[in-house]
């Protein structure tokens, strides 16, 4: 008696078939955002990687990549080098595929404890957009990353607080300022500019600047004096007295950084 071969075909197979009947595939992805369910409708090629559909959603929502889980099942999860057509053994139909979005922080929060500091400077760059989902977690996250070994994580935290921070934020004020005194110059000028942006006529964070003003590092004392300058504090009346008393600093250029920044008419 003859033995009948069995009806399953493999994934492989159907995907090989996939690749062969269909030029386009219509795929509908699910993602809650802020407490909304929305659908991104979008005609892709089967050859389309998993981590191009994530860019996809990211252009369209703002959620990185990084912080996206897609199953196409409600159970398979689709890895980010795998293909549409890939998933043709579990989809309905080989024209058609329905994905099904979650947030995730974990491989984020991965990436920012991640031996590369390369990879956990790119991590803290994400976490400006990722600021809108959980602001208690991002903000965390940037301060944790302003005391990095590394000083390109460091810049990149210190770039990225400007970002998710609107001006006058006291807590992302507190958290530059406490890196003004850092012993690398790449960092401090990083520092001023985010202060800039986040407490221009700010008295707090010109109070605490004001501070550094008799650092024993003349490189401090020179970033102290040029925040001061920049953030232009009115209600701080101190700040033009410690830029005058900085005249006679030791340095030369600490010297000229506080001439520059004294008010006019100070």
Not at 60 to 77: A, F, L, R, S
Not at 123 to 132: W, Y
Not at 167 to 192: H, K
């Amino acid at each position: 008696q003859a033995v009948q071969e069995p009806n399953h075909v493999s994934p492989h197979v159907l995907a090989a078939a996939c690749l062969r009947t269909v030029r386009v595939m219509q795929v509908s992805i699910h993602i809650n955002i802020e407490d909304r369910e929305e659908c991104l409708e979008k005609d892709l090629s089967p050859h389309t990687t998993v981590h191009a559909l994530k860019c996809l959603v990211a252009n369209e929502y703002h959620v990185p990549p990084m912080c996206q889980e897609m199953k196409v099942d409600g159970v398979t999860v689709m890895e980010d080098d795998q293909r549409l057509c890939d998933h043709c053994a579990v989809a309905a139909s080989h024209q058609s595929l329905e994905v099904f979005t979650e947030m995730t922080f974990e491989r984020l929060r991965y990436a920012l404890a991640h031996g590369d500091p390369g990879i956990r400077a790119g991590a803290v760059k994400m976490l400006s957009q990722v600021a809108r989902f959980d602001a208690g977690f991002a903000f965390s996250a940037v301060c944790a990353s302003l005391e990095d070994g590394d000083v390109a994580v460091r810049c990149a935290a210190a770039e990225t607080i400007p970002r998710m921070a609107s001006r006058g934020d006291q807590p992302a004020m507190a958290a530059l300022v406490a890196r003004v005194p850092d012993a690398y110059e790449e960092v401090r000028e990083v520092v001023i500019e985010a202060l800039f942006l986040v407490g221009k006529g700010d008295k707090f964070a010109s109070q605490a600047v004001r501070e550094y003003v008799l650092h024993y590092n003349p490189g401090v004392r020179r970033a102290a004096a040029k925040v001061l300058g920049m953030l232009g504090a009115k209600s701080d009346t101190a700040a033009p007295l410690a830029l005058c008393a900085m005249l006679a600093d030791p340095d030369a250029e600490a010297r000229r950084e506080a001439a520059k920044a004294i008010p006019k008419g100070g």
